[in-house]
């Protein structure tokens, strides 16, 4: 098993930025991917960013952040990070952390959520 907190959302105005953390306990968090996904009211959860467990350049985001958000891990300290820059009304969404084996293409185990509200 996997525990996930995200903590780090709240209401900012566009243009200004955020990092969102997400602590994990238990199983060895090194070995896992790790993603940042959200979900708009009325909208479909969408990967936004995703980190794998070899780290470092290994990366992905959607092509709607790209060059604003940017992910990364401190497995020392068990935490993703993901710093958002100028951000847009568009990007207003609960976010959630997310763990996946790196053998499988499901992810498995989900933090609760964190809101992130963006005013224009």
């Known amino acids: 098993q996997v525990q996930l907190v995200e903590s780090g959302g709240g209401l900012v105005q566009a243009g200004g930025s955020l990092r969102l953390s997400c602590a994990g306990s238990?199983?060895?968090?090194?070995?896992?991917?790790m993603g940042w996904f959200r979900q708009a009211p009325g909208r479909e959860r969408e990967k936004v960013a995703e980190?794998?467990?070899?780290?470092?350049?290994?990366?992905y985001y959607v092509d709607s952040v790209k060059g604003r958000f940017t992910i990364s891990r401190d497995n020392d300290k068990n935490t993703v990070y993901l710093q958002m820059n100028s951000l847009k009304p568009e990007d207003t969404a609960v976010y959630y952390c997310?763990?996946?084996?790196?053998?499988?293409?499901?992810?498995?185990?989900w933090g609760q959520g964190t809101q992130v509200t963006v005013s224009s």
């Open positions: 997310a763990a996946k084996s790196r053998y499988t293409s499901t992810y498995d185990y």
């Open positions: 238990g199983r060895t968090f090194s070995s896992f991917d």
């Open positions: 980190i794998y467990w070899s780290g470092g350049t290994s990366t």
